[in-house]
């Protein structure tokens, strides 16, 4: 085993997203997963019934007792609920003075439709946390929201990861799967901040099943980067490892069924 991650992300009991979801991939890719909880959803693969929001103080001691023991090589952030837990987030980063790699997912809304981060919370996540993500990894729709752009085409893509750019991530990974649903082929955009850019281009995978996969993808890459790999090796293995994923999905549930991490 290698490779600390600590997953700071929201539970899913339904088992196929957030921290469950985070936890079997690190573990399933060889790293050392770890957690701070968010906020609590109860949710199957049709929707999310309920959510219970962690107390901004307790948010803040388990990244505090993880670091200070055991350690990080990365830390990744899903599902974060309210602006709170956004700030206890940054604050305790910074009492504790570490600079380590972050991969930021920016999660807003679930596939069943249910909100995953206050309205109000935008303005933490863009002045606080996103400044400090070595990779943003936002879905279309995220990417609207964040710069304000109506997203149809890769030059739309383009121009979004430029005005996210000045909110001073390192990376962004633009997924593009719900770009064109007609598609045969998936593309994701990996932008850099140095005006590099790679391009992922993969089968696209008809199912409904695809419960998690934004969350899989960012903790892959958390994990890829925990174990000392470059960003588009981790991005490489979080690609195949998701569509593997993806692929053989047990088709659990009436609605978006989990993904499979132990292929
Ligand atoms: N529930 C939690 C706790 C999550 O963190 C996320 C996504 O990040 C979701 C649900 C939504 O997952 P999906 O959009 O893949 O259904």
Redesign the pocket.
């Known amino acids: 085993m290698n490779g600390r991650v600590l997953i700071i992300?929201?539970?899913?009991s339904g088992g196929?997203?957030?921290?469950q979801a985070d936890l079997k991939t690190v573990t399933c890719l060889g790293g050392y997963a770890m957690t701070a909880i968010t906020?609590l959803?109860a949710?199957n693969t049709e929707g999310?019934t309920a959510i219970h929001d962690v107390p901004v103080d307790f948010i803040k001691e388990q990244i505090r007792v993880v670091l200070s023991d055991i350690g990080a090589d990365c830390l990744k952030t899903?599902?974060l609920s309210q602006p709170g837990a956004i700030h206890a987030i940054c604050d305790v980063l910074d009492e504790l003075a570490l600079d380590l790699p972050m991969i930021v997912?920016p999660?807003m809304v679930?596939?069943?439709g249910a909100s995953?981060l206050a309205d109000q919370a935008l303005e933490a996540l863009t002045t606080r946390l996103i400044p400090r993500a070595t990779v943003l990894t936002p879905n279309v729709s995220e990417a609207e929201k964040l710069s304000g752009l109506s997203i149809q085409t890769p030059d739309d893509m383009k121009a979004a990861a430029d005005i996210l750019f000045t909110l001073g991530p390192k990376a962004v990974l633009m997924k593009g799967g719900h770009l064109d649903e007609t598609s045969e082929m998936v593309t994701d955009y990996l932008y850099l901040n140095d005006g590099q850019c790679h391009v992922y281009e993969g089968e696209r995978l008809l199912t409904r099943h695809?419960?998690?996969?934004?969350?899989t993808t960012a903790s892959a890459i958390a994990c890829g980067l925990a174990q000392g790999m470059t960003l588009q090796q981790a991005v490489k293995r979080a690609k195949s490892y998701v569509f593997e994923a993806i692929r053989t999905a047990p088709r659990y549930g009436r609605g978006?069924g989990p993904l499979n991490h132990g292929h």
């Open positions: 992300a929201g539970s899913d196929g997203a957030g921290i906020a959803t949710q999310v899903g599902m997912d999660v679930a596939k069943g995953l695809t419960h998690g996969t934004g969350c978006h």
